[in-house]
């Protein structure tokens, strides 16, 4: 009997997913000029806005991902997605720094656990053989969101700038007031409630509940998975190996200090372009992108690379350990350089080239957690994002302070410092053993 396909589905809904997240995320930095001037906002708060979306993404991912590990991942999810799109919506009604500030603090909350979910929804739906190519791909998505968010985001403000369309709303005058940027803004947390319809009535958590999944593709999905991974749990006990874990903590700190390297692309590098270039924001959309492209593209070939070595060569720290090392490694000398680059070009590429090193490593860190992870893959995933995310908090007050004290320079050589430490974290992790599995349960003494 040939397998059906019903996984190709499932990972189309976690694809659109995470571009979707990474697109609600960065298509703040397309409006922050109009945003700074309406609500007569400073570099400072601004920075403090960026900052909360980071906090509570960070304070709510292992809560997300418990509820995931307990309750199922397709309640979670469209839970999930519902409040960050409302509270995306609510982004566009800020009228102040308070509120502009609370809107993306609880659009971090809303958005928390949506990739431990999702990992959680591979553990169940791939086989482990297939994990890396498929984390490849959700970061190729999540990246590509971020890339094209810039695109996107300002064809749309272009639209609702246009004449057309503003005559088009002559009978709605609320509406018709509103700038553009608001006017984006519910148009993206739209987007979110429509996926969120589709996917509750089509997902199921279990695919041997799906009744169009076939015996052959169930044997498929199970191939290789220890049978515990496929049932419901929710299990006491599970916070102690958690917080114990070498592993845990290894992937936790390499996040941390990945996500401040990489930060730089959703948050400097317009404002780089602009000071060292002379390219103005609305003249930078699409150059702003190229980094994130770039590593989609990179996160997609070091899935099937890691897959690759695994198939071949049956030694899974080997396939999980070397695109990351790889990566880091070259995207900090790739850092170093951008402040001699003496044109937007050479610029361009070497931000190009350490965006796409660093997004080497991704598939195969994500792989790594679903296998550390195990039957916990929600909740393990949420620590590490919860950890992790810390790094994108920081990141913003962090880079102020070396810029207004210091220079580019210094900006760039602490990027690469960060990548550096991260790539070395693969000294202290283990994907070939579960969390949960490493503790041994004390014996009952019978008389």
Not at 88 to 97: C, K, L, Q
Not at 111 to 123: D, H, L, T
Not at 157 to 181: E, K, N, V, Y
Request: net charge positive.
């Amino acid at each position: 009997m040939k397998p059906t396909r019903v996984r190709y589905g499932v990972m189309a809904f976690l694809c659109t997913l995470s571009f979707l997240t990474y697109y609600d995320r960065v298509c703040i930095m397309r409006a922050q000029d109009d945003i700074k001037r309406d609500l007569q906002l400073s570099d400072d708060q601004l920075g403090y806005v960026f900052s909360a979306f980071f906090l509570a993404y960070a304070l709510f991912e292992i809560p997300s991902g418990w509820f995931g590990d307990r309750f199922g991942a397709r309640g979670t999810l469209t839970r999930i997605v519902s409040a960050w799109s409302l509270f995306t919506m609510m982004t566009g009604a800020a009228t102040g720094f308070g509120v502009l500030f609370a809107s993306r603090f609880l659009f971090g909350a809303g958005e928390a656990g949506a990739y431990p979910n999702m990992a959680r929804v591979q553990g169940r739906w791939l086989p482990p053989a297939a994990r890396a190519q498929a984390g490849g791909l959700l970061w190729l998505m999540a990246r590509w969101g971020g890339a094209f968010a810039p695109l996107i985001f300002g064809g749309m403000l272009s639209l609702f700038d246009s004449t057309w369309f503003r005559s088009s709303l002559t009978g709605m005058p609320a509406i018709a007031l509103l700038p553009s940027w608001r006017l984006g803004f519910f148009a993206a947390g739209l987007m979110g409630v429509v996926w969120c319809v589709l996917f509750y009535v089509w997902f199921r958590d279990d695919p041997a509940e799906k009744a169009t999944v076939n015996a052959a593709e169930l044997q498929l999905i199970r191939a290789g998975a220890p049978s515990q991974e496929n049932l419901a749990h929710g299990a006491p006990g599970v916070w102690g190996p958690l917080l114990r874990s070498r592993s845990l903590w290894a992937l936790a700190i390499y996040y941390i200090c990945g996500t401040i390297g990489w930060s730089f692309f959703v948050t400097w590098l317009p404002r780089y372009l602009k000071d060292k270039h002379q390219l103005q924001f609305q003249d930078s959309e699409l150059i702003s992108g190229l980094p994130l492209f770039c590593g989609g593209i990179a996160c997609l070939v070091g899935g099937m690379v890691s897959d690759r070595l695994f198939k071949t060569t049956g030694r899974k720290y080997l396939s999980r350990a070397l695109c990351p090392i790889c990566g880091t490694f070259t995207a900090a000398m790739a850092m170093l350089l951008v402040p001699f680059a003496e044109s937007v070009t050479q610029a361009v590429i070497l931000m190009c080239v350490a965006a796409a090193a660093f997004d080497f490593g991704q598939a195969a860190n994500w792989a790594t957690m679903v296998d550390v992870g195990g039957k916990h893959a929600g909740v393990s995933t949420g620590f590490i994002n919860m950890v992790g995310n810390l790094g994108g908090f920081i990141a913003a007050p962090l880079g102020v302070m070396i810029f207004s004290n210091l220079s580019w320079s210094a900006l760039f050589i602490f990027y690469a410092a960060m990548y550096v430490i991260a790539g070395s974290m693969w000294l202290f992790i283990d994907p070939t053993k579960r969390f949960h599995e490493l503790v041994t349960p004390t014996p009952v003494i019978t008389s």
